[in-house]
Structure formats: C-alpha cells, structure tokens
C-alpha cells in the first residue's frame, strides 16, 4: 500500500496513456486516490470507456478522458491539448501506452516488429515531445514518466522486439532528461518486472513452462503486485521525486540483479 497521504497529489494534473489496461487502471486508481486530476487515455471509444470509468466510480469532476492513438503525432497533440483544456495545465504526462506478444523471435513478422515498436517507443515519444513543448510553452515545471520494463537490461525468451522497445525508452528518457533540464522537466522511468496481469499472468496460469521459469526469475519468489507500479507511480508523480530525472525506478521484485531462463 502506498504510504504517502491522500491529498499528495491535489496540485497535480495528470495525463496518462494506456489507462485502461491491466495495470493502468491501477495506476489511474491510485493517482485519484491522492486527489491527482487525471486525463485517462487509452483506444477505447468514448462511449465504452465512459461507461467502463463510470463503474469504477471514477470522479468525472477530477478524471476524464480521451481516446486517441500514440502512434499518430496529431493524436498525441490533441491528446495534450485536451489535457490543457480541461484541467487548465499540464504537470505529468505518464507515458504508459504498450503492448507485447510472445514469440521465438524467428517467427517475428515485419509487420509484429512494426506494431510493437510504433506503439511502445514511437507512440512514448510523440507523447513526451508534445507535453514537453506544452509545459516549455507555458513556461511551467514539469513531468514526464515512461513504463519501461526490467527486460530493457536483461534478454527474456520470445519477447525481443518489446525487450527492444523499452531499451530504446530508456534511452529516450535519458536522451529528454539530458535536454530538458534547463527548462525544469523531469524525465524518468518505472521499469517494472513480471507483473501480475495480462499476459504474463496467462502465462503464469497456463504454461508450466513458462511459470518455472518465470518462478526462478524473480527473487521474491511471486508475481509482481500491479499496485506496486502504482505506487512508483505516485512517487514519481510527486514532489518526494524532486531531485531525481534521468533515472530507471526499478520496482521488479530483483529479476533484474541476474538473468534466469
């Protein structure tokens, strides 16, 4: 459980990519939860994500939302201009937005490579950039937060090309951090490990293979807690991170002290 108090993110306006997935929406849960004011985006039609948020009770006076696609530049704009709009600045953009499949990368089709690096890195990208000259032309401190992910260090089997992408985030995020220091934007990253949604925990589920490996690739011993990226997040988010920018948060309970496969 997060430990900071309820009301750490009040001054905070967040937008976030990739909010309705597995983890993101444990991550948007907690973010409202410190009184954040949050811009939701994912694929979703309006429509279908206003009734999904609606059900999880999400405050429409501190969290709204707008689909749009993180590989096409005008989207990422008006996906920051909707955030301007409606909250009347912007401080964090939590670039979240991935995907992955699992494949020997032999298999890997050009049009799969494509995909994965377009949404995870190019998509990343265009949304940074445009919350980045946002924030410089309103003359305003800001924020910007990549999900990476442990494997951007560490070779895990049949997951190359997402392995490549979030390599190539952190040095992305290393790259903004450099240059945009000197206008006060942060730039930083949470690189989780296996976490306990989606994917990997169908695998986890259903692939005796793949949990003994996975078992023996995590030193805690158990998957990954999804709200524990939330809460990196939410650190992150705050002023307790003041001082940190150009920094991987590692929050992957030791897989990435040695690789095991």
Known sequence: ??????????????LIT??????????VERLLGHSARVLVSDILPEAEASKLMHQKGWSQDRCCYCQADVRKSLDAQRLVETALTSFGGLDVALCHAGIVCSKPILSVQEDEWAAILDVNLKGAFLVAQAAAGAMIRDGRRGNIIFTSSWVQDVPWPEITPYSVSKSGMKMLMRGMARELASYNIRVNAVAPGIVAVGMAKRQWDTEPGYRRRAERAIPLGYMQPPESVADACVFLCSDASSYMTGAT????????????D
């Open 1 to 14: 459980m997060a430990t900071f108090g309820p009301d750490c993110l009040r001054s905070q306006k967040i």
């Open 249 to 260: 948060l590692l929050v992957d309970g030791g897989c990435s002290l040695y690789p095991m």
């Open 18 to 27: 990739g909010g309705l997935g597995g983890i993101g929406e444990v991550i």
